[in-house]
Structure formats: structure tokens, C-alpha cells
């Protein structure tokens, strides 16, 4: 244990700053920025939460899980605060923007609380922090930043997010998102193109491109959607290995953006496009702006340009008003549709969402049984589509190496995302690069991973 201190340590070296990034990519990239405004003479970033002066924690606000766990952790570090095992503890993101004096009321231990919006006050407020003055920083929601700004990597170096817009315009019942992150704000072409040359030089290997609708990029500067034409510059860089494609709404995909990804040289040939459910009952519930009918319509034209596209969706169980009806539709679009990647929430009450007050709300046991039952048949749906990829050659690139297994290393192919998707088992008697393509034959199969063995043990340039 650290000794206990009443203030900030006087020395000259660096506090150590440990960050906590919990949610989505999109946080993690606020993560990034926020730690890239901290002079690196003044912090360093720390080997663990154990050894860091100082603990930021960038919290998520989409669901009541994610509140939960966020909770969780600053309970646990605000007793390490106690005992001095920390000197300080900064909390900040969707969850302060949503609940900020809540929060200051119940942790008094912690240091600062910063809104989603109030990120470029950084050094401002480290300076607050030392003079043992608690922070308050709420103010618009959502940063908006630009290339210009340094970002310290919290993933491996050879693959990075890049955030392309802030907030949200949409309206669906059950989100809360817009409250918290703002209205839908995109960055320039011209910047996003800056960011993703300076990634690459950086070693970047595969761009991942996010933004709370991706879809939606250039409605609010342009009038139009121009994610096809940012996608045409981002393929055209030098360097560039993939770029992948998330959060797609579907109502905004246009046959511009499909022709683009089936025609691109570099654009994984996967796309995340949360649908949440099936029937329109439920689509209009939810104010997808969707129906059935187009939904169909749209995986069928998805489909047919292009045989070998990895779809990722999600799917809510127990919405409000959900039959058994809507239900077992929805098992049976998964079914038609065989998804590669899907995820299955329970819908979850969230304050001032429409859907909080709407009738016939359903029992927890019920959408536990329908959460199970839908996961299940996912699962039959992926252990199938993974054996038809038994004997495949596939590129795969290498992530890390297996900690359990000195012959093993960690990859992906085209069709999974990091973090949320699955993986590709590598065996190589011969050491391989990681951050590097290599050609993997297929040679056994799980629910959700695969195992290869290296076909070349050259990298694919």
C-alpha cells in the first residue's frame, strides 16, 4: 500500500495516470484524446490501475448495465482513494453528463467530474485537482475534436478507431444517447483524411471507422450523405491495409454506400448495422424508421452485391408491448437471414427515454427466457456458418500472442471486429509479426472462434 497523503505528491517526476475506459469504441477514442492532453512532462501513463497517482474513469450511460458497472468501478477505486493507495480520482463521460450532481453528492472522494463535452478543459482542471478544489466541468455534450489534437493509443498501435462524427439526430424511443452526447455533429473530409494518414503513419494496419450513426455522416454540414465519398479518399491512402465499416443505421444506407464497399480495394466486406427487431409493431415502437419489408429488402440487396459480407447486428428482446408473436418473427428473421455477428440485449428502462412510460411493459423472467432463446439459436447460427469455413484459406491479422501458448497467436479476419467479434487461433511453429496480414487455412472450427495454421510464414505486404 502506497502511503496515505493528504494532497498531490510535491516531487519532480511525472504522476502516473491510470485510465478506466468502459463502453464503446466511441468513448475509447474520448479516452485517447483526453489522455493526449496531458503534458507529457507533467504524466505519464501508467503500467496498471495499481501503480497510477491519478484514476480517470470515462464512463457509458446506454444502459442500465453499463451505469452498474460503471458504479462499481468508481466505488471500488474511491476506497483506494481512501486508503491512498490513489492520490486522485477523475470521473468523466456519458454517465457525469446524464447524472453529474447525483454524482458529486454520493462520491465525495472523487476529485472531478467532466462532462462529455468538456474534454479540451483538461489541463484546466488537473491544475483544479492539485489545489484540492473538486471539479464540476458540465457544459454542451459531446466533444468534437480535430486532428490537430494529439491521442494517446489505448488499443495496439496497428489498428485504430477513427471517430468521423459527434451525437446523434435520431429518435429512437429507448435511447437516450442525443441527451448526452448532443446532436449529430460531422467532422470535415478533409480533417478525417489528416487523422487517418497520421494513424498510418503511426502503424496503423486497419482503420475502424465509428460515429454513433456512421450512416448519417454530412446530413448536418451537407445536406447529403457523403459517407460513400469519405469512404472513395479513405480507400485511396497509402498504407492503408482495412477499413471497417460500424454502426450503420439502416435507413441511411444507401446504393451509393453499397456500391462502394462492394467496389473498394481495401473495405473489409463486413458492416455493423443494428436493426433491433423485426416486426413493425416493434420498429414503430421504436422509432426505427424502418419496416419489415424494407429491412428484408435491404439484406437481400446487401446479399446479392455481395455473396461474402459479414453482417453484425443487435437485436432487443422484450421492448414494451413485445408478443410472443413479434418474438418468435423475430427468431425467425435470424433464422432467414443466418447473421454472422449478432448481439442480443434485454431492453433495459433508461430515464428520460420515450419508451420508459410506454404500456404493457414486460417481466424481467420473460425477456430472460426470450434472451436465452434467441442467444441459443444465434449460437446454432455461427457454429454453422463457421464450419463452412472449415479448409478455407483466409487472410488473417495478428493481434497478439497467446499468453497460454508460445505457438499460438491471436487474429482476425476480415469478418470480425476487435473486441465484440471472434477469433482466429493461429498455429505457427515459426514466429509471427503482430500487426501483420498472413495468409491461415482453416483447420478447425468453434460456435464463435476459429484455428488455423499458417499457410506462407511471410506476412502478407
Not at 443505421?249 to 436493426?275: F, N, W
Not at 425477456?367 to 479448409?391: C, D, V, Y
Not at 497467436?409 to 493461429?426: F, K, N, Q
Request: charged share 25%.
Amino acid at each position: 500500500m502506497k502511503q496515505k497523503d493528504s494532497g498531490f505528491q510535491s516531487t519532480n517526476l511525472p504522476l502516473r495516470i491510470g485510465m478506466v475506459s468502459l463502453g464503446c469504441p466511441k468513448t475509447l477514442v474520448d479516452s485517447e484524446l483526453v489522455l493526449g492532453k496531458l503534458s507529457p512532462e507533467e504524466y505519464v501513463l501508467a503500467g496498471s490501475i495499481e501503480d497510477a497517482d491519478i484514476v480517470m474513469i470515462n464512463t457509458c450511460s446506454f444502459i442500465q448495465d453499463a451505469k452498474e458497472e460503471a458504479i462499481d468501478h468508481i466505488l471500488r477505486l474511491a476506497e483506494l482513494k481512501k486508503t491512498g493507495d490513489i492520490q486522485g480520482l477523475i470521473v468523466m463521460g456519458c454517465m457525469v453528463q446524464q447524472h453529474a450532481k447525483e454524482l458529486a453528492q454520493e462520491f465525495k472522494e472523487v476529485d472531478a467530474f467532466i462532462g462529455s463535452g468538456e474534454y479540451g478543459r483538461i489541463p484546466e482542471i488537473m491544475s483544479e485537482i492539485k489545489k484540492e478544489r473538486q471539479v464540476l466541468a458540465l457544459g454542451a455534450p459531446g466533444y468534437l475534436y480535430t486532428s490537430e489534437e494529439r491521442r494517446v493509443a489505448l488499443t495496439p498501435q496497428h489498428y485504430r478507431y477513427l471517430k468521423i462524427s459527434e451525437g446523434c439526430d435520431h429518435q429512437c424511443s429507448f435511447c437516450t444517447i442525443p441527451l448526452f452526447r448532443g446532436k449529430y455533429r460531422s467532422r470535415s473530409i478533409e480533417d478525417i483524411l489528416k487523422e487517418a494518414k497520421q494513424l498510418i503513419t503511426q502503424g496503423a494496419r486497419e482503420l475502424i471507422v465509428i460515429g454513433q450513426d456512421t450512416t448519417y455522416y454530412g446530413q448536418d454540414t451537407h445536406g447529403e450523405y457523403l459517407l460513400p465519398k469519405l469512404l472513395k479518399a479513405l480507400d485511396e491512402l497509402p498504407g492503408v491495409g482495412w477499413i471497417r465499416l460500424l454502426y450503420a443505421y439502416p435507413s441511411c444506407v444507401t446504393d451509393d454506400l453499397i456500391e462502394t464497399i462492394a467496389q473498394s480495394k481495401h473495405i473489409c466486406h463486413y458492416l455493423d448495422i443494428p436493426l433491433q427487431h423485426a416486426t413493425d409493431s416493434m420498429l414503430r415502437a421504436m422509432k426505427r424508421g424502418t419496416t419489415q419489408r424494407s429491412t428484408t429488402d435491404l439484406l437481400k440487396k446487401f446479399r446479392k452485391r455481395m455473396p461474402d459480407l459479414a453482417i453484425r447486428s443487435t437485436f432487443i428482446v422484450g421492448f414494451p408491448g413485445e408478443t410472443e408473436k413479434d418474438f418468435n418473427e423475430l427468431l425467425r428473421c435470424m433464422k432467414e437471414a443466418q447473421f454472422e455477428r449478432l448481439g442480443i440485449f434485454q431492453y433495459s428502462d433508461e430515464e428520460h427515454s420515450k419508451s420508459a412510460h410506454l404500456p404493457d411493459q414486460i417481466p424481467l423472467t420473460v425477456k430472460e427466457e426470450r434472451f436465452h432463446q434467441a442467444m441459443t439459436l444465434q449460437q446454432n447460427i455461427s457454429t454453422h456458418n463457421n464450419e463452412k469455413l472449415l479448409g478455407k484459406e483466409l487472410t488473417v491479422l495478428i493481434d497478439e500472442r497467446d499468453p497460454k501458448d508460445s505457438h499460438v497467436w491471436l487474429g482476425r479476419t476480415y469478418m470480425d471486429a476487435p473486441e465484440v467479434d471472434g477469433t482466429v487461433l493461429v498455429v505457427s511453429a515459426r514466429e509471427l509479426m503482430i500487426g501483420e496480414f498472413y495468409q491461415v487455412k482453416i483447420v478447425s472450427t468453434e460456435a464463435y472462434d476459429l484455428v488455423g495454421e499458417v499457410i506462407f510464414e511471410t506476412a502478407i505486404t
